[in-house]
């Protein structure tokens, strides 16, 4: 499963961006031009499950770059949440994409830490608890389908645990 995912992100990664670059709702022939957040985090987890060393430095220029593209306007609503392609920065159509990304960031700070360094750790810490947070304001706000209303508590609980934030996995649970 690694290097199909591994492939598939290599067919539409582009050499200009070196991100990943496709349309939900574009059929196969057509250009895929944008740059999708979550398809891009998930492609730098396989990279990270390769455990080759280019791949590995791949994955830490793509964080890198992608970190960028969170909302950090604590006026903003959709504050700690991230847009859905990297285009529509700093607007952010979908109230619940910061969580699926969330997930991902989860995975890689609990089986990458000690290969991505320090820096990266901890701006990949910041980014993981203010998308869980946004989540989990966003939900009391206005509640969500049950699949993204589980993937928020087990996010929360499971960040909770990772940082050592007990009232945050107590909030998952709530």
């Given at each position: 499963?690694?290097?199909?995912?591994?492939?598939?992100?290599?067919?539409?990664?582009?050499?200009?961006?070196?991100?990943?670059?496709?349309?939900?709702?574009?059929?196969?022939?057509?250009?895929?031009?944008?740059?999708?957040?979550?398809?891009?985090?998930?492609?730098?987890?396989?990279?990270?499950?390769?455990?080759?060393?280019?791949?590995?430095?791949?994955?830490?220029?793509?964080?890198?770059?992608?970190?960028?593209?969170?909302?950090?306007?604590?006026?903003?609503?959709?504050?700690?949440?991230?847009?859905?392609?990297?285009?529509?920065?700093?607007?952010?159509?979908?109230?619940?994409?910061?969580?699926?990304?969330?997930?991902?960031?989860?995975?890689?700070?609990?089986?990458?830490?000690?290969?991505?360094?320090?820096?990266?750790?901890?701006?990949l810490e910041e980014s993981l608890l203010l998308s869980v947070k946004h989540a989990l304001i966003t939900y009391?706000?206005?509640?969500?389908?049950?699949?993204?209303?589980?993937?928020?508590?087990?996010?929360?609980?499971?960040?909770?645990h990772l940082i050592g934030d007990n009232q945050l996995a107590d909030e998952?649970?709530?």
């Open positions: 499963l690694l290097e199909l995912a591994l492939n598939s992100g290599r067919k539409r990664k582009s050499q200009q961006t070196g991100y990943l670059h496709h349309c939900y709702h574009l059929v196969e022939n057509e250009p895929h031009l944008p740059i999708p957040l979550t398809e891009n985090f998930m492609f730098a987890l396989a990279l990270l499950r390769s455990r080759l060393v280019e791949n590995i430095q791949e994955a830490k220029t793509i964080l890198e770059g992608l970190l960028h593209f969170q909302n950090h306007n604590p006026q903003d609503q959709s504050y700690g949440n991230f847009p859905i392609y990297l285009h529509d920065f700093p607007n952010c159509k979908d109230r619940f994409i910061g969580i699926q990304v969330a997930a991902v960031i989860y995975w890689i700070l609990k089986q990458f830490h000690q290969v991505i360094g320090q820096d990266l750790k901890k701006r009391r706000e206005k509640p969500s389908s049950y699949p993204t209303a589980v993937k928020i508590a087990t996010t929360a609980i499971a960040t909770g998952g649970t709530v």
